[in-house]
């Protein structure tokens, strides 16, 4: 790889790093109510009651469930405010 390839390459993954093709999953644990989660996602990611309760429901009954897609930065933000709560997140881009 030449010098100009592998800036493109590193610019193409900075951006892949920061545009909104990364997802924030929720996944399914035995710990909370679906009171708490659907708060949790209505106060973090100002979700609807009824976007927060299908989540929730999504969640517990698949396993898992994309509950945003954005930026990694925001989304990286989101995901320690709902660990911080006790919530299994992950992200994929």
């Known amino acids: ?5 592998g800036k493109k390459e590193l610019s193409r ?3 892949g790093n920061n545009d909104r093709s990364w997802s924030l999953i929720l996944h399914n644990d035995d710990h909370h109510t679906f009171d708490f ?6 106060e973090v990611l100002d979700h609807t009651a009824e976007q927060a309760e299908q989540c929730a ?3 517990h009954t698949k396993g898992k469930c ?3 897609k954005g930026n990694r930065d925001m989304l990286l933000h989101q ?4 660990a911080r709560k006790g919530l299994v997140v992950s992200m994929k881009s």
């Open 1 to 5: 790889m030449n010098e100009e390839s």
């Open 13 to 15: 993954q900075e951006k």
């Open 37 to 42: 989660v659907i708060g949790s996602l209505m």
């Open 57 to 59: 429901f999504i969640a």
């Open 66 to 68: 994309l509950v945003k």
């Open 79 to 82: 995901q320690g405010e709902l």
